[in-house]
């Protein structure tokens, strides 16, 4: 069985930064895309950055500038540095990832979320 657990949310006031952890476990074989996902209340859930497994990166235009998205493909895991940060970037953060499991099934799996609250 393969799993994401994040770590890294938190409450942090306007302007602040915030670093997420995302790491996969599991009988893996390889993993491709990595990503990061939030969902305000109230809201859809949007993508925010992703990485493939060549370093390429994808970002909402919403953060661009402000964040960054990595990854340590030795750790199979992935990290979201947010520095500059809004109220409006207050969300439960979903970890994604699209892997071959160690059975080599496609899987897509997600973590369990991790609340980040931006607030003074």
Same mark, same amino acid.
């Given at each position: 069985?393969?799993?994401?657990?994040? =770590?890294? %949310?938190?409450?942090?006031? *306007? %302007?602040?930064?915030?670093?997420?952890?995302?790491?996969? =476990? %599991?009988?893996?074989f =390889?993993?491709?895309?990595?990503?990061?996902y939030?969902?305000? *209340?109230?809201?859809?859930?949007?993508?925010?950055?992703?990485?493939? =497994?060549?370093?390429?990166?994808? !970002?909402?235009?919403?953060?661009?500038?402000?964040?960054?998205?990595?990854?340590?493909?030795?750790?199979?895991?992935? !990290?979201?540095?947010?520095?500059?940060?809004? *109220?409006?970037?207050?969300?439960? !953060?979903?970890?994604?990832?699209?892997?071959?499991?160690?059975?080599?099934? !496609?899987l897509?799996?997600?973590?369990?979320g /991790?609340?980040? /609250?931006?607030?003074?």
């Amino acid at each position: 069985q393969v799993q994401l657990v994040e =770590s890294g %949310g938190g409450l942090v006031q *306007p %302007g602040g930064s915030l670093r997420l952890s995302c790491a996969a =476990s %599991g009988s893996i074989f =390889s993993i491709n895309a990595m990503g990061w996902y939030r969902q305000a *209340p109230g809201k859809q859930r949007e993508l925010v950055a992703a990485i493939t =497994s060549g370093g390429s990166t994808n !970002y909402a235009d919403s953060v661009k500038g402000r964040f960054t998205i990595s990854r340590d493909n030795a750790k199979n895991t992935v !990290y979201l540095q947010m520095n500059s940060l809004k *109220p409006e970037d207050t969300a439960v !953060y979903y970890c994604n990832t699209n892997l071959r499991a160690g059975d080599l099934r !496609y899987l897509e799996v997600w973590g369990q979320g /991790t609340l980040v /609250t931006v607030s003074s």
